[in-house]
């Protein structure tokens, strides 16, 4: 669906994307993990043609480089800023938005219907997006990258600084996409929702990718050892392993266990494993 | 995307420009109704003129060569506020009024001469006729003050020549002696005031010979020895002239400089929403975009423009003589006006940044094309650096055809200017932002 080719960006000295090559296959959501600056978002400018990469080639569906304006009509971008006008109406943004996609009358007022349907704003369709909350701004952002049906999303960050409830409406909103077909680009720098909705993930930072794969593929092989933490009584001791079911057993055949608390690595380790730094660092 | 497709995109982006400035109420006040108060407030208050004294031109049309009418054409060019253009024939004296080029057209007749040498016995000076520019009225005060005072300088100077005022003195006494409704006593006593005269002239002429100052042209201090002629040039056309025709353009320019400042902000709040991205990302090209905001604007400064002449047609009876010419005169000032729009959007990085340096320059722009100080007060580099200001311009072809009666021809340089300013801002605006947008 998208081909990134070594890409590489450049800003003066800083170096922002630097030989990415990312093969993102069609029906999938794609996680692009990353801390903040790593290059998520010059990445995803590319991606949309944006960005005009110093070196490298992007490439869409086989159609081409987005660069090439009618290239975009294959894309829907939510951007991380809120790419929305305030003094206009949800409908009237949508409006906008599937005008400029070549939406027209009656398909445009279906689409426009449904996708705010989709994010749960329909009942609020005619308030000006400035009385919206940061929440739903965030779902209209979201609503108007898929406002004419695309068959590739790019959502940059879109649950930034959201509330937990529209946070759950978008996430269930990108697992319905990918369940529909649509290819989902999805960067974030928090792993709890790479690992929730994405069917694999890249991990970016200072421009570099330093890994792909499935969540599971990656932690097993860069997150390290799971800890097992075994209580007895007051006393507790802790236990670093590979096969941790294994070791409970081993653990629970033992006798005078009053607990055992596990924790398994995750993205978080993977990235600390990678780069030697936190993801919020 | 197809032709019809991609104007769809422009319009709707268009579109949404005007409909976010609509909202805005303070920025629609400004943009809709301030300019109205504008022109209305002028119209009341100056009828049109407003100006301060200084260099003003003027075209002189000189079909007397005698001495009277060459030593005051020479005067009138040595006053320092006035600058003389001398022309050939009255036509192209008031076609210089028409374009704007000067203040006023004066002719001085064939018989500048003879009305001075008649003055004593027909009691009436030689008849300048002109015509002037009405929307500059303080500094057509300002000439005619200057030319009174020329008029009385020459005549001055002409009784000053002895033989001169003997001639005339010559004419008086065969008029006294043929007027039959005069007592003979009383001609008896004019005839020796005449001779007391005659003995002083007698001297002075002995004076002169001898290089000593004579006194007599200070003895005429209260003659008003030149009867100006100075109409309007509006008024030799049909129709009324009022204050509101000539304060009109003043205030359609500053409605246009409304909607500049109003939309010349919209770029750079694009780009700080983050709706520019999404615009950019839409399948449509960068120029495409900015079209779509150069027409919200053209259409912005078009509404504008018609509500104000409609306003003041209907309110204040402004007559629309030459309504096509009009139409070409708001088309080409809503243009240039777009372009110098689409030059200054593009250089802000923010809302705030954008709008400030925009009123900014605009303002510089209507001080430098006379929106606030007259042209003709500036140093003759400032005036030529005022060819530079769309406001000259728009004012001039707005002006050429509401009442200022200039030809089609006449009328080419304006639009041509304006028509010119608003490409080069476009072109140069359109390829700042493609620029700015291909990182």
């Not at chain 1, 305030?86 to 943004?93: I, K, S, W, Y």
Request: aromatic fraction near 6%; glycine fraction near 12%.
């Amino acid at each position: 669906m998208l081909r990134l080719t070594n890409l590489r960006k450049t800003y003066g000295e800083l170096v922002a994307v630097d030989g990415v090559s990312l093969h993102v296959r069609r029906g999938e959501v794609f996680g692009l993990l990353g801390p903040n600056g790593a290059g998520k978002s010059t990445t995803i400018g590319m991606c949309v043609g944006l960005v005009r990469p110093d070196s490298g080639e992007v490439n869409v569906d086989g159609v081409g480089s987005p660069m090439r304006h009618e290239v975009r009509a294959h894309l829907g971008v939510a951007p991380q800023a809120l790419a929305i006008y305030d003094d206009l109406t949800g409908f009237e943004n949508l409006r906008l938005f599937g005008g400029l996609y070549g939406l027209r009358g009656s398909a445009l007022e279906e689409r426009v219907q449904r996708v705010l349907d989709l994010v749960g704003l329909l009942a609020r369709g005619n308030d000006r997006a400035g009385g919206y909350s940061g929440g739903m701004k965030r779902r209209l952002n979201l609503a108007a990258a898929l406002v004419h049906d695309p068959p590739l999303l790019l959502l940059d960050e879109p649950t930034a600084g959201v509330d937990p409830q529209s946070r759950n409406n978008i996430l269930d909103t990108v697992r319905e996409l990918s369940k529909a077909g649509r290819t989902v680009i999805y960067t974030t720098h928090y792993m709890e929702e790479a690992q929730r909705v994405c069917d694999r993930v890249g991990i970016i930072d200072k421009g570099r990718l330093l890994c792909v794969g499935t969540v599971d593929e990656l932690v097993r092989e860069h997150g390290g050892k799971s800890q097992l933490r075994i209580e007895r009584g007051e006393k507790s001791e802790r236990l670093e392993t590979a096969d941790p079911v294994r070791e409970i057993a081993r653990v629970l055949g033992d006798g005078g266990v009053t607990g055992v608390h596990i924790d398994r690595p995750d993205l978080e380790s993977v990235f600390l494993t990678l780069t030697g730094r936190s993801l919020r660092d | 995307m197809g032709t019809i497709a991609g104007m769809s995109a422009l319009w709707a982006i268009a579109r949404t420009d005007l409909r976010i400035l609509l909202r805005d109420k303070a920025a629609a006040f400004f943009t809709f109704v301030f300019p109205i108060l504008f022109a209305m407030f002028f119209g009341f208050m100056f009828g049109g003129g407003g100006g301060e004294r200084g260099k003003i031109e003027i075209a002189v049309v000189q079909q007397d060569k005698g001495p009277a009418a060459e030593a005051f054409v020479r005067d009138l060019g040595k006053t320092p506020e006035i600058l003389v253009k001398k022309v050939e024939t009255e036509a192209e004296a008031e076609r210089l009024v028409r374009k704007g080029d000067v203040l006023a057209s004066i002719v001085i007749p064939p018989t500048f001469q003879k009305g001075f040498d008649d003055l004593f016995s027909t009691g009436k000076g030689p008849v300048v006729a002109g015509v002037l520019d009405p929307s500059r009225k303080a500094e057509v005060g300002l000439l005619e003050g200057r030319l009174n005072e020329l008029a009385f300088r020459t005549m001055a100077g002409t009784f000053q020549n002895a033989a001169g005022m003997k001639k005339q003195l010559a004419k008086v006494r065969e008029a006294i002696a043929k007027a039959p409704d005069i007592e003979n006593s009383r001609k008896i006593l004019f005839g020796a005031a005449l001779q007391n005269l005659d003995t002083i002239l007698n001297d002075n002429e002995k004076r002169e010979s001898e290089g000593k100052p004579t006194d007599l042209g200070g003895a005429m201090a209260e003659f008003r020895p030149v009867q100006l002629e100075l109409k309007e040039l509006a008024r030799d056309r049909s129709g009324p002239t009022n204050a509101f025709e000539v304060s009109l353009p003043q205030g359609i320019v500053w409605g246009l400089m409304g909607c500049v400042t109003a939309f010349v902000a919209t770029l750079a709040h694009d780009r700080q929403r983050g709706t520019l991205v999404r615009l950019l990302s839409a399948p449509v090209t960068r120029w495409q975009v900015i079209g779509g905001k150069a027409l919200a604007g053209f259409l912005s400064c078009m509404l504008v423009q018609w509500v104000l002449i409609l306003l003041f047609a209907l309110l204040f009876k402004v007559h629309l003589r030459e309504p096509m010419m009009l139409g070409l005169a708001t088309v080409a000032s809503a243009y240039a006006f777009v372009g110098v729009m689409m030059l200054l959007s593009v250089m802000g990085r923010s809302g705030e940044g954008s709008a400030g340096f925009g009123r900014a320059v605009i303002l510089v722009m209507a001080m430098i094309g006379g929106g606030t100080i007259p042209i003709f007060f500036m140093p003759k580099f400032m005036q030529a650096v005022s060819s530079a200001s769309p406001f000259k311009w728009a004012v001039l072809a707005i002006e050429g055809s509401l009442w200022r009666p200039m030809t089609g021809t006449e009328m080419l340089l304006p639009l041509g200017v304006l028509v010119g300013i608003g490409t080069v801002g476009l072109w140069i605006g359109g390829m700042m932002f493609r620029r700015s947008t291909m990182s």
